[in-house]
């Protein structure tokens, strides 16, 4: 099980303002001397980054602050996310992700729209807070980075097929949508492990259940001290997820729990975890009149900077005349379309109705027979090969529905692949952890001089500092 994925516009004013706030706190201390944290690849956290966002916890926690675990654990749990997000952070930069001037003005805007502020209103808070619109913008640029990252992930890798969606529909209770809230705590295993650190991991995990079933901790409070998974800080919160969103190996089980209780240890792809089950809620499917959707398949040739209108449509014209010569048009989707979407399904755009997709294809779509293929036609990506497949007519709740539980099934998978991918990305990152001195933990490092340098930090934002290798 992992948490949902962040939304950037679900970001609090009162966290952002925490964020910025504390850092120019620790900013405006004189800092001769910047002593590193954590190398990670060709990048570098600062201590003081560290102990911003320790700092950050402290605060969120302040109403509550048993549930935090001692200090120098709480610290791992917070290097250990920073890591995270470098590593996501420097993967999107490598793969040309970017966050443009207009995407960081919108959700600025939306920031302050949900706030019920201006974004003039907004600066004066920030500033009124000791800090800045600059590193405000900043921290956003980052976030959305990291969010582009997750969505280009999930357009490559997630697919949903609509007999996925119909077996779904074939269990979904007819009256409600049963749906649960679960917490987990992560004991994480290295790739290949070895049956001691295996036997370890269980020992661990099991030591942590026998803590919460005597009562001596809850279960949110040992996730925030032991878990091992990013949502950690949050008491291991997974949010209401519907049976459709819950693993096939919980999703039974978890049905005939009592809040309250837990199962596990059990084995997953990054390690042990246990699961609680904290609530139950029931939701009524929605309802409505009858709507006609189509199945369709696709092959796009996109007009970008580096292909011309003319280009592309010589090639799309190229196309539609193997397809009029007898071609395969899943084969050829497969190897022309620049739908990255849908090319890997061979075109396939699965069940739609006719405004869910740009008024063009829609119009054209609609108008075809099924089993047609239309004629090349412009939309506002480039040139396109529609054919229809099928047609049918649904209840508008039941579409409703479906892509309800699309939507749902699609995270579930997006959730297990993001944690697999976090996974391999942090195993095969070199991060060099310093203690308290900035001395590497890492015993190869101080051994070897030369391997001390290996590593090239980037520049950081501090000016007048100096940075303690």
């Known amino acids: 099980m992992r948490p949902r994925l962040p939304r950037l516009l679900a970001l609090s004013l009162s966290l952002a303002l925490l964020l910025a706030g504390t ?13 590193i944290a954590a190398v990670v690849n060709e990048d570098v956290i600062l201590r003081s980054d560290l102990d911003r966002a320790v700092a950050n916890v402290r605060a969120q926690y302040a109403d509550r602050p048993n549930i ?76 959305i980075i990291s969010q582009k990252l997750r969505q280009s992930f999930a357009q490559n890798r997630i697919n949903v097929s609509e007999a996925e969606v119909d077996a779904a529909l074939a269990t979904a209770a007819s009256t409600s949508i049963h749906q649960f809230h ?32 005597r009562g001596q901790i809850t279960f949110a409070a040992a996730a925030v001290r032991y878990s091992n998974s990013p949502n950690a800080l949050e008491g291991g919160d997974l949010g209401w997820r519907s049976a459709n969103e819950i693993p096939p190996a919980f999703a039974s089980t978890i049905q005939q729990m009592q809040p309250g209780q837990i199962i596990g240890p059990v084995r997953g792809p990054s390690g042990f975890q ?28 996109k007009v970008d900077a580096s292909t011309s209108d003319a280009d592309a449509k010589a090639k799309i014209d ?21 739908d990255q979407a849908s090319r890997t399904r061979g075109g396939d755009l699965g069940w739609f109705s006719a405004d ?13 027979a099924d089993g047609q293929t ?51 990305l942090r195993s095969e990152a070199y991060v060099d952890i310093r203690d308290a001195q900035g001395r590497s933990t890492r015993p190869e490092l101080q051994e070897t001089p ?17 940075i303690l290798f």
């Open 23 to 35: 850092a120019t706190a620790q900013q405006a201390a004189p800092q001769p001397v910047e002593s």
């Open 356 to 368: 869910a997709q740009s008024a063009t294809l829609g119009m054209q779509v609609a108008a075809l």
């Open 450 to 466: 030369e391997e001390r340098h290996r590593v090239t930090p980037v520049e950081t934002r501090r000016e007048g500092s100096r």
């Open 274 to 301: 246990l699961l609680q089950l904290v609530d139950t809620r029931d939701q009524a499917p929605a309802a409505g009149e009858m709507v006609t959707q189509f199945s369709a398949r696709q092959i796009l040739v």
């Open 68 to 143: 935090l675990p001692p200090p120098a654990m709480l610290e791992q749990q917070v290097l250990e996310r920073l890591i995270l997000q470098r590593l996501e952070l420097e993967r999107a930069i490598s793969g040309g992700i970017t966050a443009t001037d207009a995407d960081i003005d919108n959700a600025v805007n939306g920031i302050a729209q949900q706030n019920n502020m201006t974004p003039d209103q907004l600066r004066e808070r920030l500033a009124k807070d000791g800090s800045s619109m600059a590193d405000f913008r900043a921290n956003l640029r980052d976030e």
């Open 318 to 338: 190229a196309l539609a005349a193997r397809l009029a010569g007898g071609d395969d048009f899943g084969k050829l989707a497969r190897e022309n379309s620049d």
């Open 182 to 213: 679960l917490a987990h705590i992560l004991i994480n295993t290295p790739d290949n492990a070895s049956p001691e650190q295996v036997q370890a991991a269980v020992k661990k995990i099991e030591d942590i259940k026998n803590q919460i079933d």
């Open 374 to 424: 239309s004629a090349p036609f412009r939309t506002d990506e480039g040139w396109v090969i529609v054919q229809r497949q099928g047609s049918r007519e649904i209840a508008a709740g039941n579409e409703s529905q479906r892509g309800q539980i699309r939507e749902t099934i699609g995270r579930r998978k997006l959730e297990e692949e993001w944690d697999r991918y976090l996974h391999e």
